[in-house]
């Protein structure tokens, strides 16, 4: 089953008084990178989030974003360091009966002394919000998944239609390889006969064994059965589960391989003009199968 990189999901959960917004974004990468994009308050979450990523993802990179509006899970309070306080107290009382100063000692006086109070962060109801994110998290890859099998049911329809004009072209260089041998093979000797004339008749036996040779080193026949090779796996390989992207990528540059020299070999015009559309259809094909998981 072809399965897309290409996705997108969203989901939006309440917690308390915070509005929190998960987005993911998933394009095509050659492995599983995952990037995360939330408040700091959220952190603690990270290692979650990316597992639950992993257990949707093969490969892919998934731009993971979390907003938070309102009145977050994070509540401030005031903190008074009491042990701190006391000291303070007792000194001033120990220096107003040492110097035998008189008055009280105003309360302004304590916000001088740094530590004495401060403002912490609390959080509110951690468990319960872990559970609300993660679910979020879980919703959003559901739906980047299911965008992701859309698209790559349209990706296996484009490919397979691609594969059967590389399978008809094969056909016909297959089909037209005994003729070019035969044609290579006349079109030789003629040569020969033209430039040798009485001299081929005595070394008849012997020059026909080269202009065999030289056929031979234009016989396009294992390029042809290997190019039937990769259209058979190519096909077996679209219908396989999990991650089949770079497999197929190796399928496509293999076949390409053997597009480049079929053309390097073959000198007939009808053959060339066959690779020349054969090796752009597997050009659209690589550049399709750069966005297969």
Known sequence: MVTSMTGYGRDVTTFHKAKITVEIRSVNHRFLDISTKIPRSLLFLEDKIKKTIQSFFHRGRLDIFISMEGEGVIQQELVVNWGLLDQFVTSLNNIKEQYDLKGEI????????DGLL????????????????LNAITIACEQVYEM????????????DTRLGIIQDIVKNLGERREAVIIEYRERIRGRILEYTKDEFVNEESRVLQEIALLAEKGDITEEVLRL?????????????????????????QEMH?????????????????????????????????QNVE
């Open 106 to 113: 105003p309360v302004d006086m304590v916000t001088t002394v």
């Open 118 to 133: 401060t403002v912490q962060e609390v959080e509110q109801g951690h468990d319960e919000m872990k559970e609300s994110i």
């Open 148 to 159: 992701r099998i859309q698209e790559g049911s349209e990706l296996h329809s484009e490919l």
């Open 228 to 252: 039937n090779s990769h259209v058979r796996q190519f096909r077996d390989t679209l219908n396989n589960d999990g991650a089949i992207g770079r497999k197929l990528d190796f399928i496509t």
């Open 257 to 289: 391989r053997e597009a480049n020299t079929i053309g390097s070999k073959s000198n007939d015009p009808q053959i060339s003009e066959w690779v020349v559309i054969l090796k752009s259809e597997i050009e659209k094909i690589k550049e399709q199968v």
